[in-house]
């Protein structure tokens, strides 16, 4: 049994802590990343807080370029994995799907692959490009898990778990996100800040009545009082998940909330205003060309250096309105993740941990048989019980509150 991992960023950080700490069951472990001294940094970390369960088995660092098909054939054909999982950004995901149907091998990821920079963003269009491998998987004899994170990944889990156990029929679902935690910066992102920056500048969409709706970011807001962290005000945002949510789960709306405060936002709208979140070439008086947010993706902090001072919590949860019995019936389905505990733990903070742990939780379940078969699919397709038995064992509880109407 063996595992190669591609990617090296704050979730791949996690990722491969919670391996090592099961590599009684995933052997042996291989990360891989452009940059190897990112793979080296983590076995160093594991390693530092004895995370490596069954030392016989090894754990190692290459690198690869996750665009090159032919590189990632050969990296795949030289380990033989018994699972790739992608932990990489997702404009990889396509060339390694393509070199998992080429050399037969299971795959894994957390996040949709999606280009940022084009109009419409993540959604309606999320997914099609990775659908389109869904035959070729099938013939191929192997598993594609899609989604696999946090969000996306378990909050359609919960959701997925009230149709089948707390509900007859679901009016509503809203993905609730929020990170109240301090990281001590007066400006920084949880993850790659390219990634981020794209993501929460572009329109709004959510799916309601069978009908997507589509309106400018940040412009829907509403404030929901949270379990342990209390009111926040969160903001309709394209998201991963409401396009598969709409694909597998009947509702008649579908929206993802995000947190933010009202400093960020106010550095956000700046940047924006004065062109720095660009992602069109530009040239300097000096001759020189460059990209305005991959500058400031330099200027930011790395998001992994931010993990050891990160004190405060996270929230993020499934909201399900519906009839059950034939009552109206409101429940919030969530997790609560504190930063200091995932740093003591793995090194790093509770936005890469929540993302981390589900990626594993799934992992162990293809790998014991619970979740394989045949196919590519969305982890609103497969079965949610075995899932939610198993992830707070690795390190997420969940609850169930009732939302008063």
């Known amino acids: 049994m063996s595992v190669l991992q591609i990617g090296a960023g704050g979730v791949g950080w996690v990722i491969a802590h919670k391996c090592a700490q099961n590599n009684h069951i995933f052997g042996d472990i291989t990360i891989a990343s452009r940059t190897i001294s990112k793979c080296e940094k983590i076995i160093t970390s594991i390693k530092r807080c004895n995370n490596l369960k069954d030392t016989t088995k090894s754990i190692s660092a290459c690198t690869v370029d996750a665009d090159n098909v032919q590189a990632l054939v050969a990296l795949i054909n030289e380990f033989e994995p018994s699972l790739l999982i992608n932990a990489g950004p997702p404009n990889v995901n396509i060339a390694i799907m393509e070199a998992c ?26 997914y099609d490009p990775q659908w389109a491998f869904a035959d070729r998987f099938k013939a191929a004899d192997i598993t594609g898990i899609l989604g696999a994170g946090f969000d996306p990944g378990v909050v359609s889990i919960f959701a997925t778990y009230a149709q089948k156990h707390l509900f007859d029929e679901i009016d509503s679902i809203d993905i609730m996100d929020v990170n109240a935690g301090d990281h001590g ?59 598969s949510m709409a694909e597998y789960i009947p509702a008649k709306r579908i929206e993802f909330w995000m947190g933010f405060s009202d400093n960020y936002l106010n550095y956000f709208n700046v940047m924006r205003d004065i062109g720095l979140l660009n ?26 250096s931010l993990a050891s001072a990160y004190i405060g919590k996270t929230c993020i949860g499934t909201w399900i309105r519906g009839q059950k019995d034939g009552k109206e019936k409101s429940v919030f389905i969530y997790n609560i993740c504190d930063h200091k505990s995932s740093y003591n733990e793995v090194e790093h903070q509770a936005i890469s941990y929540t993302t981390g742990v589900p990626a594993i939780t799934a992992a162990l379940l293809y790998l014991n048989g619970k979740w394989r078969k045949s196919g590519l699919y969305n982890v609103e397709q497969l079965d949610p019980d075995p899932f939610l038995a198993l992830m707070p064992r690795l390190g997420l509880t969940w609850e169930i509150q009732t939302v008063v109407l």
Not at 205 to 222: A, D, E, G, L, S
Not at 279 to 304: F, H, S
Request: hydrophobic content about 35%; aromatic content about 10%.
């Open 101 to 126: 149907v080429q050399t037969k091998t299971a795959y894994l990821d957390t996040s949709v692959a999606t280009d940022l920079c084009s109009p419409g963003q993540q959604v309606p269009e999320a």
């Open 279 to 304: 992602v069109k070439p530009i040239t300097t008086v000096d001759g020189i060309t460059v990209e305005p947010l991959k500058v400031l993706k330099a200027i930011l902090p790395d998001p992994t």
């Open 185 to 243: 910066q007066k400006f920084a992102t949880n993850f790659d800040p390219f990634t981020n920056m794209l993501e929460i500048q572009g329109d709004s969409f959510y799916f309601q009545n069978q009908q997507w709706k589509q309106v400018p970011c940040h412009t829907r807001m509403m404030e929901f009082d949270f379990p342990v962290i209390g009111k926040q005000k969160v903001y309709s945002m394209a998201h991963d998940e409401v396009r």
